[in-house]
C-alpha cells in the first residue's frame, strides 16, 4: 500500500517504514505527527483518488530527527566583468519514518478560528467618480411599463435613455452596463 500526501508543502510518495527527509516541521523529536491531505491511496486492488483530497484518510509518521542537509554552493560569475560571487547554504530538514497509512476512520484536524477580516479591494463595491449637487428627481409611478429590448439601441441611445431615468456616471460607461443600469 502506498500514499500520494502533502508533508510541509510538498506531495511525497510514501509507504509504510519508509524513512523521509521533509522541510523542516515544528515538532519535537520523537514527537508522532499525522497528515491529512492524502491525495491518493493504492491498496494494491483498488486506487482512490481525492477532490483533492481523500475525507477520512491519514498518513502517520514519527519524527526521527531535525539536521540540515549537505551544503549547496551558489556561485555566480560574470566573464571578463570582475563580478564573482560565492553563497552557500544548508537546508534545514525533518527525518520522518512513517508508521501507518490509514484509508478512513480518521479524524481531521480542527482548522483554527479566523477572525472576520475586512473586505479586500478586489471584493469593494466601485464608487461613483463624482456625486452632482442635485439631487435625483424622483418619477412618478409609470402606469404602463413598456418592455424595450437595449441589446438593439446604440450606445449614444442608451445613454439618452439613462439620461431620461436619471441615472448619474453614464459618461464613463460601456454598452453592457447601460444596458444592465437601465433594466434594473
Same mark, same amino acid.
Given at each position: %500500500?502506498?500514499?500520494?500526501?502533502?508533508?510541509?508543502? !510538498?506531495?511525497?510518495? *510514501? *509507504? !509504510?517504514?519508509?524513512?523521509?527527509?521533509?522541510?523542516?516541521?515544528?515538532?519535537?523529536?520523537?514527537?508522532?505527527? +499525522?497528515?491529512?491531505?492524502?491525495?491518493?491511496?493504492?491498496?494494491?486492488?483498488?486506487?482512490? @483518488?481525492?477532490?483533492?483530497? #481523500?475525507?477520512?484518510?491519514?498518513?502517520?509518521?514519527?519524527? *526521527? +530527527?531535525?539536521?540540515?542537509?549537505?551544503?549547496?554552493?551558489?556561485?555566480?560569475? =560574470?566573464?571578463?566583468?570582475?563580478?564573482?560571487?560565492?553563497?552557500?547554504?544548508? !537546508? /534545514?530538514?525533518?527525518? @520522518? $519514518?512513517?508508521? +501507518? #497509512? !490509514? /484509508? +478512513?476512520?480518521?479524524?481531521?484536524?480542527?482548522?483554527?478560528?479566523?477572525? *472576520?477580516? /475586512?473586505?479586500? =479591494?478586489?471584493?469593494?463595491?466601485?464608487?461613483?467618480?463624482?456625486?452632482?449637487?442635485?439631487?435625483?428627481?424622483?418619477?412618478?409611478?409609470?402606469?404602463? $411599463?413598456?418592455?424595450?429590448?437595449?441589446?438593439?439601441?446604440? $450606445?449614444?441611445?442608451?445613454?439618452? /435613455?439613462?439620461? =431620461?431615468?436619471?441615472?448619474?456616471? &453614464?459618461?464613463? %460607461? =460601456?454598452?453592457?452596463?447601460? &444596458?444592465?443600469?437601465?433594466?434594473?
Amino acid at each position: %500500500m502506498y500514499a500520494i500526501v502533502e508533508i510541509a508543502g !510538498q506531495q511525497f510518495k *510514501v *509507504v !509504510q517504514d519508509q524513512k523521509l527527509f521533509v522541510h523542516r516541521l515544528a515538532d519535537k523529536e520523537g514527537a508522532k505527527v +499525522s497528515f491529512d491531505k492524502v491525495y491518493l491511496l493504492d491498496d494494491g486492488k483498488k486506487v482512490t @483518488l481525492g477532490a483533492p483530497a #481523500i475525507a477520512g484518510a491519514s498518513v502517520e509518521a514519527k519524527v *526521527v +530527527s531535525h539536521l540540515k542537509g549537505d551544503k549547496v554552493i551558489v556561485f555566480k560569475k =560574470k566573464r571578463r566583468k570582475g563580478y564573482r560571487v560565492k553563497n552557500g547554504h544548508r !537546508q /534545514a530538514l525533518t527525518e @520522518l $519514518v512513517i508508521e +501507518s #497509512i !490509514q /484509508a +478512513s476512520g480518521a479524524k481531521p484536524k480542527a482548522a483554527p478560528a479566523k477572525a *472576520v477580516a /475586512a473586505p479586500s =479591494k478586489a471584493e469593494k463595491k466601485p464608487v461613483a467618480k463624482k456625486a452632482t449637487a442635485k439631487p435625483a428627481a424622483k418619477k412618478p409611478a409609470a402606469k404602463k $411599463v413598456e418592455a424595450v429590448d437595449y441589446s438593439k439601441l446604440t $450606445v449614444a441611445e442608451l445613454k439618452e /435613455a439613462a439620461k =431620461k431615468k436619471g441615472i448619474e456616471g &453614464i459618461s464613463s %460607461m =460601456k454598452k453592457a452596463d447601460l &444596458i444592465a443600469a437601465l433594466s434594473k
